[in-house]
């Protein structure tokens, strides 16, 4: 029997270099797509934490200014604070085109009611602190009578270099129901503008002829609605290349930034309901 012997032959230099080329380039375009894949996952995902703050923020806001000018026994209350005169100043209006923004302070009355078979007086719900807590006299006990109530709302940068939304409220005498509290992370900057009426309303119809700034305000008490704006970015960066953004809130001058982190923008009209 004869036996036929076949030789096997291996791949030459030239076959075996371009395998390798190939097998190079297949990883370089694999790498490239989960690359960026994880990008647009951590950007996507930075987002979605700044537009968590900016919802919380504008909800939030949205509701609280609905109390604004509230005064069940119709006195006149002004429904705004005035101005800051000075850098101190904390229970007042302030307009800042830059940095975290503005101040917005309004006022309202926290009411009591009292028991008709105990004689007993309790705090309505609305004798809460802007930020939720029961309204408090000197001695730490709940109030025994409708108080003016001051809310103030600013964006401030605290110790640890996060930027909060944050509010206090305040009785007439200026004296603070607690100190201020956090209501939202990674709030930038606030930015107003007021809905002012250039004539008092005609049969109880409330109509804003232009929305101007604190300082542009002629009138506070035909100022009929309020607009708002946030800044709000991620509490983390991204796993993106730093990229050039420029974000302009209401009045406000340009915001620059060449980072990591995501941003956005967050605007709410709210109209007063008193």
Aim: charged share 15%.
């Amino acid at each position: 029997m004869n036996n036929s012997i076949q030789r096997q032959q291996g791949l030459t230099l030239i076959e075996l270099m371009i395998s390798m080329t190939l097998s190079l380039i297949v990883m370089f375009a694999v790498g490239s797509i989960l690359i960026s894949s994880n990008q647009a996952a951590s950007v996507s995902d930075t987002l979605a934490d700044s537009q968590e703050s900016g919802r919380f923020a504008v909800d939030y806001i949205n509701r609280q200014l609905l109390k604004t000018g509230y005064d069940p026994e119709d006195t006149d209350l002004v429904a705004f604070g005035d101005l800051c005169v000075g850098a101190a100043d904390t229970v007042c209006i302030r307009d800042n085109d830059s940095g975290t923004g503005d101040r917005i302070a309004i006022r309202r009355v926290a009411e009591v009611e009292k028991d008709p078979a105990t004689g007993v007086i309790s705090p309505k719900a609305n004798a809460t602190t802007c930020y939720g807590s029961a309204l408090l006299d000197a001695d730490g006990n709940n109030i025994t009578t409708n108080v003016t109530v001051t809310d103030v709302y600013w964006v401030e940068v605290d110790d640890d270099g996060l930027s909060n939304l944050r509010c206090q409220s305040f009785d007439e005498s200026g004296a603070s129901f607690g100190n201020s509290q956090a209501l939202a992370a990674g709030v930038l900057s606030m930015h107003v503008l007021y809905g002012q009426s250039i004539s008092p309303p005609v049969d109880g119809t409330l109509n804003v002829s232009a929305y101007y700034n604190a300082s542009q305000v002629t009138d506070w008490s035909n100022v009929y609605a309020i607009r708002i704006g946030f800044l709000t970015q991620a509490l983390s960066n991204t796993e993106a290349q730093a990229w050039e953004q420029e974000y302009i809130v209401m009045d406000s001058l340009t915001y620059e930034f060449n980072d990591q982190t995501a941003r956005q923008v967050f605007t709410t009209t709210v109209t007063l309901l008193n």
